[in-house]
Every structure is written in structure tokens, then in C-alpha cells.
């Protein structure tokens, strides 16, 4: 069913100590080809504005060679997406995020573009609502969407800033403990645990991991470490 | 409004190296007085059984004077809640037990219960739950509830395991971040950022701290440290 899309899916934006979108700059690059049009949904911001995150956005995409334009600032943004050549959408609050896309009616005019081949860039909470669900995210639930399911272009679940590390002396859950749950209750899925600096790249069917390792949780197994260049069929099983 | 109730809401049940529920024990004693018959809640499990869970919580209250049943093994879950002499509310997934308190029908039945005196006790995720919404959560939405609106028992958000604290190296939001988030969208709401060995007794309109100092976050205001044993108002206002 879906077989066109291309995404590149990323766990994070910028790693400590980096510029903005600097580790992905030249996946990105290599990812969008040509001169593109870029719509660019800023909606995860919260606590900054969304003029000013499109701004910095699109001063990354365009030493790239890419025109960015933000979907918040369009009378009507389902219509203004019709023109864009491929979508990005910017990380923040996943919730947030997710229920600006229903309020907007992105969620449908994405999803139907992007099955149908428009390139999809996400990061962190962009790569959640790429997800079936937005159920893996590590995101605070400050507002309510209307439901939890998103826009359904992978068939995994994918966890971003994915850690195996905790706090010393602190008794809250680990990320390994909260998929665990996760699976728990949702037994046939797949879940990519996408460290800061990996991003998953999707062609058709293909997804191949580029980045650090990744680890990919079913339930009922070990957690299975996958190494940057595999090449994944969309349940994530190496090739 | 909401003036008779009493409530004990714990950070957390453990600390590291303790036995379970060590630390709140003679809080708990205290609280509830003369041996009562407490109607458990297990439904925050989610990769362990509600009976194990009822069992090791009953053990605890057994020490202290008490009677457990969980509410999870009786056919009609609101009519059993009729019975209690007090609630207790355990720790685990947020979203997975706040669904059920609504598919159950206990939601209604207990807020209605503690609004008239019940005593409740509920820690990490039942102390989210006894607030207005379950917003200031860490956990998971590893599924979804009909809504995000809980018990509104208390007038005030509680973050449990609060910590300032973050991963070295890693580019995840802090808790204050998320906080910070969660007040730039709900502005006239206060959250008690509750660290782990803390809690609040809720006597009527009274509210005190007791165990380790805790930070009351609001919109717009830097973050208050709220010494142990001070008392406040429902906004959580040192009186």
C-alpha cells in the first residue's frame, strides 16, 4: 500500500556543541537533490515562535541550495502545501505538534502527499508523528490532541533521543523500561530506538539506518542492536 | 467547593536500596489512624500482575494496621469502592491507569468519594491522576485515554519524580523545559515539581509538604523552593 514515500527521519537536530542541523546538513543535502521548495511546519515550538524557527530553518536549507516557506504563516495551509516539492517538520512538543496538524487538516493533506512521494524531513518530534501512533514519544503531554494516531507514512514506531542511560540515584523508569511497556500493550509493533546523531532514510519499502547504531525492541525479544548502513525492510528486520 | 477531602500524594513509592513503599510508611500510618479497610487500585501495571501488585501492597499495609483489597479482582469495581474506609492508588503507566479508571466507571466513583472525605493515597501516577489532568506526567502515552482530564481532587498539577537533573552529552528536554512547556499552554495552572522522598498531605483547603523540599513552578514567574513542613493553599501559596 505504501510504497512511494522518502523520508529522512531523524532522532534529533543538532548534537551538543553543534551548529543548528549541523550533523544532518549533508544527508539532508543529499536527500533533496535539486532545488526544492520546502514547506516547513513549525508547529512543535512552544516555548519560541514559529516565524522565528522557520527562520532557522531556512537560513540551514538555503546554504543547502532549498527555499523554505512555513505552512503557520498561510491563510489556508492545506492549499499552500499543493505548491511545496517536499515538507520538513521541525521537532519540539509532540503534542503540541500533533494537534495543530488535526486543527490545520494537515494531518490528511501530509499524509496523502507524502504516500504519494512528496520527501518528508522530521526530526524528533517530526519523526514521531511520521509514526503509526506518536505513542513512543518521550514528549510531556502539556495539551490534547484529538486522538494519538498520526500520520501513518512508516509502519514502525520509531523512539527518538533514544537513550539506554539514566539518572544516578533516580528511581523514575528507564527508556528501555518505558518500550517495554510500550509493547506491553501494543504487541505487533516495531520500535526503533534512534539515538541523538542517527536517522532512519526511507525509499519505497527500503529503510536504511545512517548515524550511530540503533536498537530495535519487539516484544517479547532482546532489544536488537543494528548497525549504521543496514539495510531494513518497513518491520525493520536487516536485510 | 472541594473542602472535605484528605489526601496523601507521594512522589514515589521507593527509594533506592529501600524496601518497597519504605520511606512513606509512617506517613502513611499516620494518615490513616485507626486500621482501615483500603481499596487498592493496581491499575498503573503494566508489565506486572494486578494481583503480585495488590499483594505486595497489602503486605505494607498489613504492618501498619490495615486491610487491602484490590479493586481489579471484584466483578463491580464502583459498587467494591463502597466498602473502603480509604483508597490507595499505586504507581506504574498514567495513561494505562487512567484509561481504566475510566473504563471501569471508577473515575466518577472515587472523585465523587474523595470530594466527601475518602482518604486517598496514590503515588507517582496516582498522584497524577488525583490532579485536574494528567498533563505533568513523565510517563508514556503508551495508550490512549478518553481524555487527559483526571480525578480533580487537588487544585494543583504535581510532577512526581521531579529532578533537575539531566544526561550528560544528551540533547533531550529537562524537566523544567517540559514544565516550562506545560505553562506556556495551560498559564493560570500551578505544578508542584514533587522530588522523589516528598510529599503532599492534603487536610481540606490545607496543603503540606513534607520530606524533601519541593519547587512550585508557574507561568511567567521563576521557580519557588518550598522548604518541608511549609504550608500552603491549593495554589500552593506559603502561608
Given at each position: 500500500m505504501i510504497m512511494d514515500q522518502r523520508l529522512l527521519l531523524l532522532s534529533n537536530s543538532t548534537l551538543p556543541g553543534?551548529?543548528?542541523l549541523g550533523w544532518p546538513a549533508e544527508h539532508i543535502r543529499d536527500f533533496l537533490g535539486s532545488p526544492k521548495r520546502v514547506a516547513f511546519v513549525p508547529f512543535a515550538a512552544v516555548t519560541f515562535g514559529h516565524d522565528e524557527y522557520t527562520e532557522r530553518v531556512a537560513g540551514v536549507f538555503k546554504t543547502l541550495g532549498h527555499e523554505v516557506y512555513g505552512?503557520?504563516?498561510?491563510?489556508?495551509p492545506v492549499k499552500a502545501l499543493?505548491?511545496?516539492?517536499a515538507v520538513a517538520v521541525g521537532g519540539g512538543n509532540t503534542f503540541q505538534l500533533l494537534r495543530t496538524l488535526y486543527t490545520t487538516g494537515l494531518l490528511r493533506a501530509i499524509r496523502k502527499r507524502v504516500r504519494n512521494g512528496l520527501p518528508y524531513i522530521g526530526w524528533s518530534a517530526g519523526s514521531n508523528v511520521a509514526?503509526?501512533?506518536?505513542?513512543?514519544?518521550?514528549?510531556?503531554?502539556?495539551c490534547e490532541p484529538?486522538?494519538?494516531?498520526?500520520?501513518?507514512?512508516?509502519?514502525f514506531q520509531i523512539n527518538p533521543h533514544y537513550t539506554a542511560a539514566t539518572l544516578e540515584g533516580h528511581g523514575g523508569e528507564s527508556r528501555d523500561q518505558r518500550l517495554a511497556e510500550y509493547l506491553e500493550l501494543n504487541r505487533d509493533m516495531t520500535v526503533a530506538g534512534l539515538p541523538e546523531g542517527s536517522l532512519l532514510r526511507v525509499e519505497g519499502p527500503q529503510v536504511t539506518l545512517e548515524g550511530r547504531p540503533m536498537k530495535v525492541f519487539r516484544h517479547g525479544q532482546e532489544a536488537v542492536e543494528v548497525p549504521s548502513g543496514a539495510r531494513m525492510g518497513m518491520e525493520l528486520n536487516v536485510r
Open positions: 553543534e551548529p543548528f505552512l503557520h504563516a498561510e491563510a489556508d499543493e505548491r511545496a516539492d509514526c503509526p501512533t506518536v505513542m513512543t514519544t518521550n514528549d510531556m503531554p502539556i484529538p486522538s494519538l494516531h498520526a500520520l501513518h507514512v512508516v509502519g
